[in-house]
């Protein structure tokens, strides 16, 4: 699997993320060998200092840059705002979805993306005509930091309060994701979460009512949702669909999430047999979102069973291959 394909987030494309969001828990920096010679005791000792002195000044000033450069450059590019279907709005970067729902009390955010991006959503809210005091609910679709990141800068600015998969209020209120990665821990602010949802609990706001729907397997609380729209006198069936990608989650030995395997088996499974006239997943690339709203293609009834079925031999293959490394 290449960095692009191992997400730190909730992601079929994705990367390691940014220096400057991430903390790796077992950080600690290696001490060299004491010397064999008590006569060179001391110069090694102060050679070791000076070591790590000049190791840390070349590492805060090139470090940063280099790892900002794992990230597609798409998931921090700035874009025009558009409308989708009925009172749903995408207020998201190129690579990263974020979706603006308006209702008569007050608009619903489902994802505020990384912390770099919240000025841009901001702007791109306010673009389609909402304050920002008028977002009243955020929906976090799971608790990676290129989707999560953003969300405590954003409630600072907005007020608005946190809905968010039981299994994933933990991560989200300390910060730290869920489950082992192949690529370490990547931390993102903490959040409060307002509300905790499971299958099936609805969230209503101004006569817009969205269903929760409980896709564990890329973190433990990965909630899709879904709700009924009315575009051009025809109800339509829309799902925000949370990631099913493996995107280097440990699925052999995963001490933290003994339950992955079996989880995103069912979810993909769970996902397929789901009836969905749109889909609007949280990487926009995914579904050719831009594409297919510019071309007045959104409605595709066929397009979310499509997507399971190639994530489900996607997922296959990274079992048998995690599995054959293990042995």
């Avoid at 397009?303 to 293990?326: I, N, P, W, Y």
Wanted: overall charge positive; glycine content about 8%; hydrophobic content about 45%.
């Amino acid at each position: 699997m290449t960095l692009k394909e191992q997400a730190a987030g909730g992601c079929l494309s994705g990367s390691f993320g940014r220096a400057s969001d991430r903390k790796r828990l077992d950080g600690s920096v290696a001490e060299q060998a004491p010397g064999s010679s008590s006569r060179h005791g001391l110069a090694q000792r102060r050679r070791r200092s000076t070591v790590r002195r000049v190791a840390f000044v070349i590492a805060a000033t090139f470090a940063a840059p280099a790892a900002a450069s794992l990230d597609p450059p798409a998931w921090t590019r700035p874009i025009t705002p558009y409308h989708l279907v009925g009172p749903i709005w995408y207020v998201g970067t190129e690579g990263l979805a974020a979706y603006l729902i308006k209702t008569r009390d007050g608009a619903i955010l489902l994802d505020a993306t990384m912390a770099e991006n919240v000025p841009a959503v901001q702007r791109s809210i306010r673009a389609v005509g909402v304050p920002l005091d008028r977002v009243k609910l955020l929906l976090v679709s799971h608790a990676h930091f290129d989707h999560a990141a953003g969300d405590a800068a954003m409630v600072r600015a907005t007020g608005a309060k946190v809905v968010a998969g039981a299994g994933d209020v933990a991560a989200l209120e300390s910060g730290i994701p869920p489950g082992e990665t192949s690529y370490g821990v990547i931390r993102f602010p903490a959040v409060k979460v307002a509300r905790a949802v499971r299958d099936g609990d609805h969230v209503t706001l101004g006569g817009v009512t969205l269903r929760a729907i409980a896709t564990p397997g890329h973190t433990p609380g990965c909630t899709s949702w879904t709700t009924r729209v009315v575009e051009h006198g025809r109800a339509l069936k829309v799902i925000f669909p949370c990631s099913v990608s493996v995107a280097g989650n440990r699925l052999i030995g995963n001490r933290r999430y003994p339950g992955i395997v079996a989880d995103l088996r069912a979810s993909i499974a769970r996902l397929a047999r789901e009836p969905a006239d749109v889909v609007l997943p949280f990487h926009p690339e995914q579904a050719d979102v831009r594409a297919r709203a510019a071309g007045q293609r959104l409605v595709a009834p066929t397009l979310l069973s499509a997507l399971m079925r190639d994530a489900a031999q996607e997922f296959e293959r990274e079992l048998a291959q995690q599995a054959k490394k293990a042995r």
